[in-house]
Nanobody, 124 residues
């Protein structure tokens, strides 16, 4: 069982930055592929970014490419999402997710464990 706890959300103005963190339980964080997803009010959950076990492979949704950066510190069991140049359309609950299998997924259906989410609100 993997527990994921997100933090770092909040209310910011458009153009501002935020850094989200996700701390994972367990001793094998370095063996998990990790991802960030988000769900805006009235919309389906969507992929934001994903990072492989060692950080060597990274994917971003087109909507955040160039503005968001995903990273991880395996020694601290922590996943990050640096979000710059935030827009009103980035407003959503952001979820951290772990894939403990061998295949590196970027879809929500491929993730095995989820955090409870942290709310990011960007005012225009």
């Amino acid at each position: 069982q993997v527990q994921l706890v997100e933090s770092g959300g909040g209310l910011v103005q458009a153009g501002a930055s935020l850094r989200l963190s996700c701390v994972a339980s367990g001793r094998t964080f370095g063996s998990y592929h990790m991802g960030w997803f988000r769900q805006a009010p009235g919309k389906e959950r969507e992929f934001v970014a994903a990072i492989s076990q060692t950080g060597g492979t990274i994917y971003y949704a087109d909507s955040v490419k160039g503005r968001f950066t995903i990273s991880r510190e395996n020694a601290k069991n922590t996943l990050y999402l640096q979000m710059n140049s935030l827009k009103a359309e980035d407003t959503a609950v952001y979820y951290c997710a772990a894939n403990v299998g061998l295949v590196f997924y970027t879809t929500s259906g491929g993730m095995d464990y989820w955090g409870k989410g942290t709310l990011v609100t960007v005012s225009s």
